[in-house]
């Protein structure tokens, strides 16, 4: 791959993997609760000017998400579901 001048390090390949998880629960027949998560993996070759090569990598659990399903109307075919998503982030913010 070519290597850019511009920069002190380009990147050559990037692999991320990521795994879910996921669960719900019926309270009643109108509500259910539901909550999921992640685990995520990356990784990163590099090579820098000088001509050497490098990796990178972080893994950890990312943002969990928990949601509360409504059902708000039925009809014949189908059923109209209004949803509330909670969604904080796992991460720092960078200052």
């Known amino acids: 791959m070519m290597l850019s001048l511009r920069y002190m ?3 050559q390949a990037m692999r991320m ?4 998880l996921g669960a719900m629960y019926a309270v009643s027949d109108r509500i259910t609760l539901a909550v999921m998560a992640n685990y ?3 990784s ?7 001509g050497m090569d490098f990796e990178t990598s972080s893994f ?3 943002d969990v998400t928990m949601a509360v399903l409504v059902c708000t109307g039925k009809f014949s075919t189908f059923q109209v579901t209004t949803s509330k998503v909670l969604s904080p982030t796992s991460g ?3 200052s």
Not at 17 to 20: E, I, K, Q, R, V
Not at 44 to 50: A, E, G, P, Q, V
């Open 92 to 94: 720092k913010q960078a």
């Open 17 to 20: 993997d990521m795994h879910m």
């Open 60 to 62: 950890g659990l990312g």
């Open 40 to 42: 995520l993996s990356n």
């Open 44 to 50: 990163m070759d590099l090579k820098i000017r000088m």
């Open 9 to 11: 390090a380009s990147p």
